[in-house]
C-alpha cells in the first residue's frame, strides 16, 4: 500500500551532530551508469579479498595504530611517529603517503575519532578507538563508524524488510552536504547496523502516480531563480572539471635548439647559455606529436626546414640524442614523452656543420685525466695536473690516446676513480688500444693517468701496477746537458725537501761521472712538461725552497746559478719574438733598468742608445715599457725566468706621451678621380685589398676604402689639451704644405688595426682623460668648415644609392643628435629629412667593410621569443648593429628604384678575395701541421706562448 522513498539519518547525540539523508529517484533524474558502478564494485571487492592481508599493511590507519599501541607511553611526538615509520616500513610518510593523504599532522586531524592531539605536539590513540569499524578509505569512514556520544541502540529488522518489499527499478541516492552518490538499496540497510542516534521514514502511496513530465525533468515546478542557480552551478563544475583534466594532463617539455649547440668530444654542448639555448614549452600529453611539431613551428618562426625531434638526456659528458620521435598520429603519452622530459630540436643531419651519433652505444664517457705535475705546475702540496675529457663510449683506446695533450709514454687507467690506491691502477697493454672505452669498463668519473718516458720509473713493466705515487717518491732525476755530443743520460738522485741544491749537483756529476771541474761552471735547471729548460736554481736553496716536486725531471748545464739575490732573465730584440733567437743573462735584483738594458745590449752587440726595454705579455708580444729607467729591477717586480723585449726608440719623459701622427682622408673610390698633386703631397698609405690582424691567431679581413700617410711623431704632456695636440700636428712638416685656418678644421681619431676608431671630440678636454696608451696612433683628417661635436652627437658618412647601378655616390658626413633615443626608426626620420623624401620610401643598411656585407636597418625588432620580446624598440648602439661613430650608413631611394640589394662590385671582388686568403691560411697551416708530425721525433725546438700566470687588472676609473 505504501512505499518507502526517502530515510532521513542524524548521526551524533543530543548536543551535536551530522545529518544526511537517503533518496529514492522516483521521477529517475539520475543519470547515473550502475552496471559500470556494479561492475567497479565488483572487481573492487574481487581485488580486496584477494589481496586483503597486504591492503591491511599498506593501509596507514592501521600502520600508526599499530605503532602507537606499542608504545609504553601510550603517546609519541608525532616527529618521532615520522620516524617510526620510516624505521618500520623504509619509507618515508612523504615519499609513500604524502601525494595521496597530504601532511601526517593533517592526516592526524582528520582522524580525530581516533588519534588524540595534545598541546605539546604529541599524538596518542583514544581509549575506544579499538571498538570502531573502519573500511580501507578513510573519506568513507565516518559512514561506517559509530558515534562514542550514541547511548540510543536500536535494531534494523523492521527496516529491511521495508527495503526488501520496496518497489524495484528506481535508484536510491546519498545526499551528504555537497556530495551526492548512488547507493544500493541492499546497502543503505548496512548503514544501520549498530548504534544509531536517530532516524525518520518517508513514505508515498505506491498507487501514486507522478505526472509524465515530471519523468527525467529535473527542472519540474522548480522556481526559475534556483534554476538557473543550478545551471550557474553546473557550468563551473564541468569549467573545474576540464581545467583538472588539463592540469593533469599537461607537461613540461625542455626544447634544446640544434642551432645553439655544438658537438666536441662526442657530446652536445650550448654555445650560449643554457636559459639561451633552451626553451620550456607546456603542452597536453594527449595530443599528437604532430601537433607538438606545429607547435614548434610556431615557437620558433625563423626556423628553415624540416624539423626532426629527438630525445635527449643530460650527462655528465654533456647532452646526448638517444631515439628520433617517429609517428605524427601518436599521442606524447603514447611515445612514451613524460613531464619534464628533453627534447632536441634539429636536421636529424648535422649540428654545427659536424654529424652527430646518437643511440645507447655511443654514449659520452667524462674521464678524469692526470698526470705528474712539473716545475712551478699547480699549487703547493699539488703532484698531480687534471683535467676532464669526454669521449664517445664507442670510440677505441688509441683515439682517447691520440686526443690527450701529451704524445709518447704510457697510459694507465683506474675504472673505480681518481683514488690514490696503488693497486687499482693497472697499465693498458698495447693489444687493448684498439678495443673500446665501454669494453674496458671506463664509465663516467674513470681516471686515466699519463705518464712520460722519464716517469715510467713509476711503474712495474712486468706485473702492469703502479709502485708510487709522488707522495712516495723521495728522489729527483737528473739530465746531462754539459756534453751534447755524447749520449744523453738521466739519474736518480735520492733527496728529501730539505736536501740542498749543491749536494744535488755534486751527486748528480758523480752518478754521471763526469769531471769535477763541473762542479763550479754547471747549474741545474728544472725542465718543463715541453722539454724547454727553465731558469737555473739558486745552489743555496733547499729542494723546499726551489718549490720542485719529487720526482722532477732537471738538466745539469754549463754556466753558473744565480744567487739569490740575482736574477735569471730571458731577452730577444726587435719585435718578431717568434722567429728571433731567445738570450740568456744574470744581472743583479737591484740593477736599475738602464743597467740591465746595457748589459743586454752589450750581450747582444747593438749598437747606440736609442733602445729601451719593454716586458712580454701572455701572447707572447711586446708589452708595457719599462718606463723609469733609474727604477731596481726589484721595484718593477720583474723575476727570475721574465722575458725581456729590446725595442728600438727611447722612450719620453715621464708624463709625457709619443703619439704617432698620420694624415686621414677618406677615399672617394665612387667615382671619385684625386688630382694629381693631392696624390703627389699626401704619398697616400694605400692598404692592400685586404689585410691581415696583427695578432696572427685568426684572420681578420679590413677593406681598403682609407688613405693613410705618415706624418711623424709629436712628443706633448699628458695634462695638454686635444686642442694643443692638433696644433703641434699642424706643425709638423708635412702639414706645412697644407692650409688648415685652425684646430676647428681638423678632426682626431685614434688610429685601431690602421682604421679610424673612436673620435677625439672636445678640445678643450685633456689627453689623459681620453685613456691614451704608450702605443696609441692618433690620425687627423681635414674639414670643410669649423665642427666642435658634443657628447650626444653620431657622426655617420652617409651615401646615396646610384639608380640603375651597383654603386654610390660620394659619402656625406651627417651628424645626428641621439640624446632622445637611437632607433631604427628615429634614424630612417633623420635620413629622409636630410634628402628630403618620405619616411616609407627609403631602405639604409650599414656597412661592415672587414665582412664585405650590408645589414638593412628597417623598422627593426630583436629576432627573440614572444615570451621575451620587448615592447620597446631596441638601441641600433647594441646588437646587431653597434652603431658608432665613422660608420658608414647606405641609403636607397624607393621612388627611383625597386632593388634593395646594397653590396657593390667592389664587395664581391673584396668578398672573393677574402675567402682565396683563407684557403692559403688553411693550407699554410696543414702544411705546417704535416712538417711538424714529420719531424716530431727529431726533438725540433719550437716556441711556446708564455705559461699562464695571474693577472692583475688596475682599474683606475670606472664609468
Known amino acids: 500500500m505504501y512505499e518507502l522513498f526517502s530515510v532521513i539519518i542524524h548521526k551524533g547525540g543530543c548536543y551535536g551532530g551530522h545529518y544526511h539523508v537517503y533518496i529514492k529517484d522516483v521521477d529517475a533524474l539520475g543519470n547515473w ?52 615509520l620510516l624505521e618500520k616500513k623504509g619509507m618515508s610518510w612523504n615519499k609513500k603517503y604524502r601525494k595521496q593523504y597530504g601532511p601526517i599532522r593533517k592526516y592526524l586531524q582528520n582522524h580525530s575519532q581516533i588519534f588524540r592531539l595534545s598541546p605539546d605536539n604529541k599524538v596518542s590513540l583514544k581509549e575506544m578507538y579499538h571498538k570502531l569499524q573502519f573500511g580501507s578509505d578513510s573519506q568513507g569512514q565516518g559512514l561506517q563508524s559509530s558515534s562514542q556520544n550514541n547511548d540510543v541502540q536500536w535494531t534494523s529488522e523492521s527496516l529491511c524488510t521495508v527495503l526488501k518489499d520496496s518497489a524495484s527499478g528506481s535508484h536510491w541516492f546519498d545526499l551528504n552536504d555537497s556530495k551526492v552518490q ?45 534554476v538557473n542557480e543550478m545551471d550557474a552551478a553546473n557550468i563551473e563544475l564541468r569549467k573545474r572539471r576540464m581545467d583538472c583534466d588539463s592540469a593533469d594532463s599537461n607537461i613540461d617539455l625542455h626544447l634544446h635548439l640544434g642551432s645553439h649547440y655544438k658537438l666536441y668530444h662526442g657530446a652536445l654542448h650550448p654555445s650560449l647559455s643554457q636559459k639561451e639555448s633552451m626553451l620550456d614549452l607546456t603542452i597536453d600529453k594527449r595530443k599528437t606529436l604532430g601537433d607538438l611539431r606545429q ?32 609517428g605524427d598520429e601518436m599521442t606524447l603519452g603514447g611515445i612514451g614523452l613524460a613531464d619534464g622530459a628533453h627534447v632536441f630540436v634539429w636536421n636529424g643531419k648535422e649540428v654545427g656543420g659536424m654529424e652527430v651519433l646518437s643511440g645507447l652505444d655511443h654514449e659520452p664517457v667524462l674521464l678524469n ?35 690527450l695533450p701529451l704524445p709518447g709514454g704510457i697510459i694507465l687507467m683506474n675504472s673505480s676513480g681518481s683514488d690514490k690506491e696503488v693497486e687499482n691502477w693497472k697499465v693498458v697493454p698495447e693489444e687493448d688500444m684498439k678495443k673500446t672505452v665501454r669494453s674496458v669498463g671506463l664509465t663516467d668519473g674513470s681516471s686515466i693517468l699519463v705518464l712520460d718516458s722519464h ?36 739519474v736518480k738522485i735520492t733527496a728529501t725537501i730539505e736536501t740542498v741544491m749543491s749536494d744535488i749537483k755534486i751527486k748528480a756529476i758523480q752518478e754521471l761521472q763526469l769531471g769535477e771541474d763541473l762542479v763550479n761552471d754547471s747549474c741545474l735547471r728544472p725542465i718543463n712538461r715541453n722539454g724547454k729548460l727553465l731558469s737555473p736554481v739558486p745552489e743555496d736553496y733547499t729542494v723546499k725552497e726551489a718549490e720542485l716536486k719529487m720526482g722532477s725531471l732537471l738538466g745539469l748545464c754549463h754556466g753558473k746559478a744565480p744567487t739569490s739575490t740575482q736574477l735569471f732573465l730571458y731577452f730577444v730584440v726587435g719585435s718578431d719574438l717568434q722567429g728571433g733567437p731567445e738570450m740568456e743573462i744574470i744581472v743583479e735584483e737591484t740593477a736599475s733598468v738602464r743597467e740591465c738594458l746595457n748589459l743586454m745590449l752589450e750581450k747582444s752587440g747593438l749598437p747606440g742608445d736609442n733602445w729601451h726595454l719593454r716586458r712580454i705579455d701572455w701572447c707572447y708580444e711586446a708589452g708595457e715599457a719599462l718606463s723609469e729607467e733609474s727604477a731596481r729591477l726589484k721595484e718593477l717586480n720583474v723575476c727570475s725566468g ?25 677615399l672617394m673610390h665612387f667615382g671619385h678621380q ?51 695636440l692638433k696644433i703641434q700636428a699642424m706643425t709638423l712638416p708635412f702639414f706645412q704644405e697644407l692650409s688648415v685656418p685652425s684646430p676647428e678644421f681638423l678632426r682626431a681619431w685614434t688610429l685601431e688595426s690602421k682604421r679610424p676608431g673612436k673620435l677625439l671630440r672636445n678640445n678643450q678636454q685633456q689627453l689623459n682623460e681620453y685613456k691614451l696608451g704608450g702605443r696609441t696612433e692618433i690620425c687627423i683628417e681635414p674639414l670643410q668648415k669649423e665642427e666642435n661635436l658634443g657628447p650626444s652627437d653620431l657622426l655617420l ?53 672587414e665582412k664585405f656585407e650590408w645589414m638593412t636597418v628597417s623598422s627593426w625588432t630583436q629576432q627573440i621569443s614572444k615570451r621575451k620580446r620587448k615592447k620597446k624598440q631596441e638601441s641600433l648602439q647594441s646588437a646587431p648593429f653597434h652603431l658608432k661613430d665613422g660608420d658608414i650608413i647606405g641609403v636607397k631611394n624607393l621612388l627611383l628604384e625597386d632593388g634593395k640589394d646594397f653590396s657593390t662590385v667592389r664587395d664581391d671582388i673584396g668578398k672573393e678575395t677574402q675567402r682565396q686568403l683563407a684557403m692559403e691560411k688553411k693550407k699554410s697551416r696543414q702544411a705546417q701541421r704535416l712538417q711538424n708530425d714529420v719531424f716530431s721525433e727529431g726533438k725540433v725546438a719550437t716556441k711556446h706562448r708564455k705559461p699562464e700566470v695571474a693577472l692583475s687588472i688596475n682599474v683606475g676609473i670606472f664609468r
Open 674 to 724: 684625386e688630382s694629381m698633386q693631392d696624390q703627389m703631397n699626401c704619398m697616400t698609405c694605400m692598404m692592400g685589398a685586404l689585410r691581415v690582424s696583427p695578432a696572427g691567431d685568426s684572420p681578420t679581413y679590413v677593406q681598403s676604402d682609407i688613405g693613410l700617410c705618415y706624418a711623424g711623431n709629436v712628443e706633448i704632456s699628458g695634462e695638454a689639451f686635444l686642442e694643443d
Open 369 to 403: 685525466v692526470l698526470r705528474l705535475a712539473g716545475y712551478n705546475e699547480g699549487g703547493k702540496g699539488q703532484h698531480f695536473i687534471e683535467s676532464q675529457h669526454a669521449v664517445p663510449c664507442s670510440a677505441e683506446l688509441s683515439t682517447l690516446w691520440k686526443a
Open 797 to 849: 658618412r652617409v651615401q646615396m644609392g646610384i639608380p640603375g647601378e651597383r654603386d654610390y655616390y660620394h659619402s656625406v658626413d651627417l651628424v645626428w643628435d641621439i640624446s632622445k633615443e637611437c632607433t631604427a626608426w628615429a634614424l630612417r626620420h633623420r635620413l629622409a629629412a636630410h634628402y628630403s623624401l618620405p619616411v616609407e620610401k627609403i631602405e639604409i643598411a650599414k656597412y661592415f667593410p
Open 182 to 226: 548512488p547507493i544500493k538499496e541492499k546497502d543503505i540497510e548496512k548503514q544501520f547496523q549498530g548504534k544509531e542516534s536517530a532516524y525518520m521514514l518517508f513514505y508515498r502511496k505506491s498507487q501514486l502516480k507522478r505526472p509524465s513530465e515530471a519523468q527525467a525533468n529535473p527542472r519540474y515546478r522548480v522556481p526559475g531563480p534556483l
Open 33 to 84: 551508469q550502475l552496471k559500470e558502478e556494479e561492475s567497479k564494485l565488483m572487481t573492487e571487492e574481487k581485488v580486496q579479498k584477494d589481496t586483503e592481508n597486504s591492503k591491511e599493511m599498506e593501509n596507514p590507519l592501521t600502520i600508526l595504530k599499530g605503532i602507537l599501541s606499542e608504545e609504553e607511553s601510550k603517546q609519541i611526538p608525532v616527529d618521532q611517529l615520522g620516524q617510526k
Open 642 to 666: 721574465d722575458t725581456l723585449v729590446i725595442t728600438e726608440g727611447k722612450l719620453p719623459p715621464k708624463g709625457f706621451l709619443k703619439v704617432p701622427i698620420w694624415w686621414y682622408k677618406p
Open 455 to 490: 716517469d715510467q720509473s713509476l711503474v712495474n713493466m712486468a706485473s702492469g701496477n703502479l709502485t708510487a705515487f709522488t707522495h712516495d717518491i723521495s728522489w729527483l732525476q737528473v739530465k746531462n746537458f754539459c756534453r751534447l755530443e755524447a749520449e744523453e743520460k738521466q
Open 295 to 326: 607547435s614548434i613551428f610556431q615557437l620558433l618562426e625563423f626556423w628553415e626546414g624540416d624539423i626532426i625531434l629527438s630525445t635527449a638526456k643530460s650527462l655528465p659528458a654533456g647532452l646526448h640524442l638517444y631515439q628520433t620521435l617517429d
